[in-house]
């Protein structure tokens, strides 16, 4: 696990193309057989099923570090990143323990998946207090299903048969199949939050927030980034300077007066979220200046979605 | 945003004014955000020090920089840490913050009440400053631009380090190394913590940008003593390719940047702890040092105080403000900072933010 950790590292931080496979063939050519097979089953995907699902992550993240679970949320907010907030809340919950990649797979990931409620928390624990610091972003990630290979499945391929030669070895236990895109849905939803984007983007309101009203409150019901044209954009990037009541960290609170049209793909159930259900495939369509937030629907028009599908 | 209430017997004894942070029974205002007669300045960055008032008051370490920042013509009264000074009906006394040269909590004493604003602070040490003090008092104003838990400064020492082995690094193969930090105050802290690190004096010049040079010589005004240090414009190429360059980050990007072709380049801010933030910077490294007090430092500095009332602002001051009320029972409460509506009120909410 250390040296895997080293490499995801490594490869997060390069960007050219050979570098990255030079990269992976040094990996593939230093560890022990059993490793190399479950780290090129892991970079060239499938992604391994989640193991332990968000909610469940924060519950023991907050448990173990002695904190209330919405403080765990709010950092995640900050962080943009379950895995890497808790890695962070736990830094002072590590070991020395060096578990090899492929045993820690067998041995740790692949039961946690099958384990409930008091084992499976025993048994993430116990893995937090095995591993080094330095590991445990990457471990989170892969119980929680958030592990992205930061390399494409044929360099995987390629580099692991320049270093080893012959076949690729079989992917762990898979997700399941994708299932098809429904029709597609929208809501007329009210702007509450921006957020700066990533990258390019970096210096403009991009990432918004939709709710809806509910009970008297405004609920989000989900975030979309871009798709308004360019003017519009920028349009509204003024607005969010003007019209911010608060700030966290990169992200602005709203007056809620702006209402859009927001497409989505199907609704689904949310523990996790406070409107109790999540829109699948958000994307803003448009900016409706007609409309004031008084106008929009409530969440129950959501949830009769929810209670259909 | 809630606007300040506390529910006391009296009037509260600060309350936030269109023009910032007002002491009624004493006349002044707290590094106001518009001209007011008096301004009590907790330290020199553009958020809390403002033109254009008639008369300010802050620490002697703080007035080089202030002099700089607020212009010759400006009016600057100077206030040693510890000394109390009576302004209408109240007691004034600055207590250093540790968060830069100068830089003070301000403790207003009225009829046996006494509340202490922090301004920006850090509670680690800085060879550059005077260390934090704890001040008791009956209500606490902190500032909580890293109020969330995930931020945890590593050891300092242990960054410093880190940061020369990557300019050796850089020096060895031809590449100058240049890092974004602050003007005022970072710029200062790095500079003292890169030069204590053992042979960092040998890999090759300290150069600093422009804005980096005018800090450093109020520095110096003040007493600090800090490296020598270069202009771009003074070395040569194969001097420049050795060299570790501390520069502001809106020298990221620019012309002046040219001077250094194959700089490998970094960005020094607490923001840097987040991947996302890293990310963001497009820097190659970032390294996690910060001027501000991290979440376990806050919690600390707020129990030292000994204060029931704990005023929240300037940062994560919502979930701050409820783990103060739900965990530890104290009365806390966010205060508004400016937030909409004047021209430049934008630039100066941002400065505190990565971007």
Redesign the interface.
Known sequence: MKRFAALHRALD?TKGAAEREALLVAYFREVPAEDAAVAASLLAGPRPRRAVSPAELRACAAET?G??E??VE??RQ????LA??VA??L?NVAGEREWPLHRLVAERLLPLGAAKGEAKRALLLATWRDLPADQHLLWNRLVVGTFRPPVKADQVARTHAIAIGGEMPAPLAAAPDEQPPPHAHTVEAILVYAQ?G??EA??HYVDYTFALWHEGELVPIAKASGGLPVAEAEELDRWV??????????VR?LRPELVFEVGFDGVQASGRHKAGLTLRAPRVLRWLRGRTAEDVASLASLRELLDRS | MSAVSIHASRAPLLEVTPQGLFCAAGGFHVDPWAPVARAVITHGHADHARRGSAVYLATPSALPVLRVRLGADAMLEALPFGERRRIGEVEVSLHPAGHLLGSAQVRIAHRGEVWVVSGDYKTDPDPTCEPFEAVRCDTFITESTFGLPVFRWPAQAAVFEEIVEWWRGNAAVGRASVVFAYALGKAQRLLAGVDAVAGAREIGPLVVHGAVRVCIDAYRAAGVELAAVAAATELSREELSRALVIAPPLAQGSPWMRRFPRASTAFVSGWMRLRALRKQRRVERGFVLSDHVDWPGLLAAIEATGASRVGVTHGFTAPLARFLREERGLEAWTLATRFTGEAGAEETAEEALPA
């Open positions: 931080e570090a904190l209330p919405w403080l709010e950092s900050a962080a943009g990143d890497e907030t962070h809340l830094e700066r990533a990258g970096s210096s300077r003007r019209n911010a009541v608060e700030k966290f960290g990169p609170r």
